[in-house]
């Protein structure tokens, strides 16, 4: 045995419901995981799905939790599948204790706008606390409404800034050709999933046809789906929701060997969750270093889970203590 293991199930309310193509999202579910090895050494993980992403259910990782029966064994990487990614990320980041060193410096965040007309009066308040790169969900109303408001955002970005605009999969690839068009010689850092992953023959062509990169985002939910792609020679970013992709020490193997431009970003867990995912986004040296999505700060209703509010920097030293994630834990005693 490795260590010993519980596994707590968590329900927590947004603050304000996250709209995406995809619907209307107003709760997170999950699972928080905790190790005891055999020196005493206490660690956190989460398990934070999004089965609508392509990741297992939180039905599935429950059940392999359970199997584990309370004990996680030696070769617990050989006997939880990759198809979980999430699980295989809660135990890594668990047993594993990769934090970052309080003097790793910080890195540049996004800062997430709401979808819809909201995003106009936020983008000038969030451009005064210092944001140069803003993200808009689209896909979500009518493209001519979008297109009208897209305009607007871009003529109130300050000097230098960018957006990222998300489409979440909900373009066809003659729609995603339109958005293209538009973005082109625009301040449109790149465009994220334009269309669904399940039209890889779309998606290189958009990225062949036009001047704007294209990240994808669904298309590399796991690891080995992101393995495809890296082995395909994709030319544009690839992000990278480390909750969701697996072992983090493999996933940075991967995204090393390629030198691939990564971006890092949130899948709205809870403070432990997100301690183990910027882990990931502080240790990964790239070709260039891309603003990370973990949004300007609190998603969740309930503080004692909620990650802290987050300025246009985040600090090593500010990602959270192994005190805050024992709080976190007994939250759901
Ligand atoms: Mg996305």
């Given at each position: 045995?490795?260590?010993?293991?519980?596994?707590?199930?968590?329900?927590?309310?947004?603050r304000?419901?996250?709209?995406?193509?995809?619907?209307t999202?107003?709760?997170?579910e999950?699972?928080?995981?905790?190790?005891?090895d055999?020196?005493?050494?206490?660690g956190?993980?989460?398990v934070?799905?999004i089965?609508?992403?392509?990741?297992?259910?939180?039905?599935?990782?429950?059940?392999?939790?359970?199997?584990?029966?309370?004990?996680?064994?030696?070769?617990?990487?050989?006997?939880v599948?990759?198809?979980l990614?999430?699980?295989?990320?809660?135990?890594?980041?668990?047993?594993?204790?990769?934090?970052?060193?309080?003097?790793?410096?910080?890195?540049p965040?996004?800062a997430?706008?709401?979808?819809?007309?909201?995003?106009?009066?936020?983008v000038?308040?969030?451009?005064?606390?210092?944001y140069?790169v803003?993200?808009w969900?689209?896909?979500?109303?009518?493209?001519?409404?979008?297109?009208?408001?897209?305009?607007?955002?871009?003529?109130?970005?300050?000097?230098?800034?960018q957006m990222?605009?998300d489409?979440n999969?909900?373009?066809?690839s003659?729609?995603?050709g339109?958005?293209?068009?538009?973005c082109?010689?625009?301040?449109?850092?790149?465009?994220?999933?334009?269309v669904?992953?399940?039209d890889?023959?779309a998606?290189a062509?958009?990225?062949?046809?036009?001047?704007?990169?294209?990240?994808?985002?669904e298309?590399?939910?796991?690891?080995a789906?992101?393995?495809?792609?890296?082995?395909?020679?994709w030319?544009?970013?690839?992000?990278?929701?480390?909750?969701?992709?697996?072992?983090?020490?493999?996933v940075?193997?991967?995204?090393?060997?390629?030198r691939?431009?990564?971006?890092?970003?949130?899948?709205?867990?809870?403070?432990?969750?997100?301690?183990?995912?910027?882990?990931?986004?502080?240790?990964y040296?790239?070709?260039?270093r891309?603003?990370?999505?973990?949004?300007?700060g609190?998603f969740?209703?309930?503080?004692r889970?909620?990650a802290?509010?987050?300025?246009p920097?985040?600090?090593?030293?500010?990602?959270g203590s192994?005190?805050?994630?024992a709080?976190?834990?007994?939250?759901?005693?």
């Amino acid at each position: 045995m490795k260590a010993r293991l519980e596994y707590r199930r968590y329900r927590l309310p947004f603050r304000a419901p996250v709209r995406t193509a995809h619907g209307t999202w107003r709760e997170r579910e999950g699972l928080l995981v905790r190790t005891v090895d055999l020196s005493g050494r206490v660690g956190f993980g989460e398990v934070a799905p999004i089965p609508w992403f392509g990741t297992e259910t939180l039905e599935e990782a429950e059940e392999c939790l359970g199997r584990l029966g309370g004990m996680l064994p030696h070769d617990w990487d050989d006997v939880v599948p990759e198809r979980l990614g999430c699980v295989r990320c809660a135990l890594a980041s668990a047993v594993g204790g990769a934090g970052v060193p309080a003097d790793a410096g910080r890195l540049p965040a996004a800062a997430l706008l709401p979808a819809g007309r909201s995003a106009l009066e936020a983008v000038g308040r969030v451009a005064g606390a210092g944001y140069t790169v803003f993200k808009w969900k689209v896909g979500v109303e009518r493209p001519e409404d979008e297109w009208g408001i897209l305009d607007d955002l871009l003529s109130r970005l300050p000097d230098a800034a960018q957006m990222r605009l998300d489409a979440n999969g909900a373009w066809s690839s003659r729609q995603a050709g339109r958005w293209l068009d538009r973005c082109a010689e625009r301040p449109v850092e790149f465009v994220e999933q334009p269309v669904s992953p399940e039209d890889p023959d779309a998606l290189a062509g958009l990225a062949r046809d036009y001047p704007t990169p294209i990240a994808l985002d669904e298309s590399v939910s796991g690891l080995a789906s992101l393995n495809h792609w890296l082995d395909r020679g994709w030319p544009g970013v690839f992000v990278v929701k480390p909750s969701l992709s697996g072992t983090p020490s493999e996933v940075l193997a991967a995204l090393e060997a390629r030198r691939a431009d990564a971006v890092f970003s949130t899948a709205f867990e809870t403070r432990i969750g997100r301690k183990a995912a910027l882990g990931v986004a502080f240790r990964y040296a790239g070709p260039r270093r891309r603003a990370v999505g973990f949004g300007t700060g609190s998603f969740l209703r309930d503080s004692r889970f909620d990650a802290p509010p987050a300025g246009p920097f985040i600090e090593a030293g500010d990602i959270g203590s192994l005190q805050e994630e024992a709080e976190t834990w007994n939250a759901l005693s």
